[in-house]
Structures are given as C-alpha cells and as structure tokens.
C-alpha cells in the first residue's frame, strides 16, 4: 500500500490541522510528506497548542509511558478527531506488543478501532474517544 492510499484510510481531509509526536529519523517521511500533502499544511510540531483535526504519533518501545502520550494527544485534539498511533512493524527496533496499546488505550480514555501495516517499517493503529470520556 503506498503512502498516499495510507493517508486515505487516515481520513484527513484538505485543511485538516494534523499535530505530530515522536518524531525522528526512522519514521516514514514518505507517509508524512503524503499527510502535509493531503492537507494542505505542514504538520504541527509537539509543542504547539492549537485544538488539531487528528495527531499522529509515532511511538516505540523505549519512548516512555504510552498512556502519557496518548493524554497528552488527547489535550488538543477536536471532539471529532483521531488519534492515529505509528508503531514499528514485528521485528523492527522499538517493536511494541499489541496488547500494550489495548491495556493503554482505555486507561487514557480511547478505544482502539483498527490497525493496518502502513509501509515497510509501521503499523498504524486508529484510536477514538470514547463518549463518556469526552464529556
């Protein structure tokens, strides 16, 4: 599946504001220069503080609590957006067990709904508020 097929099951959107985490040499910058081009805009860094249509985080096994990050992403994201979860492929450094997302992802108030191999090196995992989470 290349890149931009990837981007469409992201579901982003022309003028989506997308915030990224984790960023660093080993993510896959052919799938980021897809999102930016799909929306139109270059993605939000860690540090910004405006409310985002979706965050893609990539994340590894040694890159901390995962809970964290996913409460932390969840502080600017929109009612209505996700949070699209990179992890490297079985195998690949950093790889990070299945069930770790499924034990993080209610503890920080989301529900995981898919996961896809998004290119060579990742694996996207789609997480979405749950209801009672957001009220």
Same mark, same amino acid.
């Given at each position: 599946?290349?890149?931009?097929?990837?981007?469409?099951?992201?579901?982003?959107?022309?003028?989506d504001?997308?915030?990224?985490?984790?960023?660093?040499? #080993?993510c896959?910058e052919?799938?980021?220069?897809?999102?930016?081009?799909k929306?139109?805009?270059?993605?939000?860094?860690?540090?910004a503080?405006?409310?985002? #249509?979706?965050?893609?985080?990539?994340?590894?096994?040694?890159?901390?609590?995962?809970?964290?990050?996913?409460?932390?992403?969840?502080?600017?994201l929109s009612?209505?957006?996700d949070i699209?979860?990179?992890?490297p492929?079985m195998?690949?450094?950093?790889?990070?067990?299945?069930?770790?997302?499924?034990? &993080?992802a209610?503890? &920080?108030?989301?529900?995981?709904?898919?996961?896809?191999?998004?290119?060579? #090196?990742?694996?996207?995992?789609?997480?979405? &508020?749950?209801k009672?989470?957001?009220?």
């Amino acid at each position: 599946m290349g890149s931009e097929a990837v981007v469409d099951r992201f579901g982003f959107e022309s003028g989506d504001l997308i915030l990224e985490f984790g960023h660093g040499a #080993d993510c896959d910058e052919d799938l980021r220069t897809a999102v930016v081009s799909k929306v139109g805009s270059p993605l939000l860094a860690s540090d910004a503080e405006e409310v985002v #249509d979706g965050v893609l985080i990539w994340f590894r096994e040694d890159d901390g609590d995962l809970v964290d990050e996913l409460v932390d992403a969840l502080t600017f994201l929109s009612e209505d957006g996700d949070i699209w979860l990179m992890t490297p492929k079985m195998g690949r450094d950093g790889y990070i067990e299945a069930s770790d997302i499924q034990d &993080a992802a209610p503890t &920080a108030g989301l529900s995981q709904t898919v996961s896809f191999a998004a290119g060579v #090196d990742w694996v996207a995992t789609r997480l979405v &508020a749950r209801k009672s989470a957001r009220k």
